[in-house]
């Protein structure tokens, strides 16, 4: 069966330190893979999205990135935090295309903190 | 472009009582409808979904039914209980979206 983990679970960072959090996805080939954000009030928004290794797309202008170093590996990354970065950022993987493309699965989330 | 529309709560409900979230959408074409459940601390769980127009989805004693005349897929459940707490995203994905559109969530708080 397919699993996904995100780390780190938690995360407290200074306003203008680097960030790294990282997605693996297991038990599966080429998947696409997701990056939302959850902020406190707000709904989830799409940030990221990538079909294949070096592959990204961005949904909304913001001072993150994401690469795709591997096939099931999605990382984001910034170079300098801001306050409004704080959040729970989830990353999602689906099926390449049809029908199982329709279906998301997360991942458990991982919870910032920028002060 | 592709909206979600949910009430955002927080719902409080006793135990065993009838529960209805109720979701709308705006959207081109005909998206697939989605139901995700978020407990305490967790990430998002796919609770149920609808692909085509009068589809009912249904998992756990929840069910949603694809309404496109009145673009609704409204959650219910017939008899809740405690461990049903949580909050629900009513969710679509657009024939030409990548990502999915979210409502900002219902919180289900459910009392003993």
């Known amino acids: 069966s397919q699993t996904i983990h995100q780390w780190p679970a938690t995360l407290v960072q200074p306003v203008g330190s680097p960030l790294s959090l990282e997605c693996t996805v297991e038990g599966t080939s080429n998947p696409n893979l997701y990056w939302y954000r959850q902020a406190a009030g707000r709904g989830l928004q799409l940030l990221f999205y990538?079909?294949?290794?070096?592959?990204i797309s961005s949904e909304v202008p913001q001072n993150l990135s994401a690469s795709r170093p591997q096939d099931r590996q999605f990382i984001l990354s910034s170079k300098k935090l801001l306050l409004s970065d704080s959040g729970f950022y989830l990353c999602?993987?689906?099926?390449?295309?049809?029908?199982?493309?329709?279906?998301?699965?997360f991942g458990p989330g991982t919870r910032l903190l920028v002060l | 472009g592709d909206s979600v529309t949910q009430m955002e709560g927080p719902v409080t409900l006793s135990e065993e009582a009838f529960l209805t979230i109720n979701c709308t959408y705006t959207?081109?074409?005909?998206?697939?409808l989605f139901w995700y459940v978020q407990y305490p601390g967790e990430g998002l769980q796919l609770l149920l979904k609808?692909?085509?127009?009068?589809d009912k989805g249904s998992n756990k004693g929840f069910e949603a039914t694809y309404r496109k005349e009145t673009t609704s897929f409204h959650l219910e459940k017939g008899s809740v209980q405690v461990s049903d707490s949580a909050v629900y995203f009513c969710?679509?994905?657009?024939?030409?979206?990548?990502?999915?559109?979210f409502g900002k969530g219902t919180h289900l708080i459910i009392q003993p």
């Open positions: 999602a993987w689906s099926g390449l295309s049809g029908s199982s493309r329709e279906t998301q699965y």
């Open positions: 969710a679509l994905l657009g024939g030409g979206a990548d990502g999915l559109t």
């Open positions: 990538s079909i294949g290794i070096g592959q």
């Open positions: 959207a081109t074409g005909y998206p697939s």
């Open positions: 609808a692909t085509k127009a009068d």
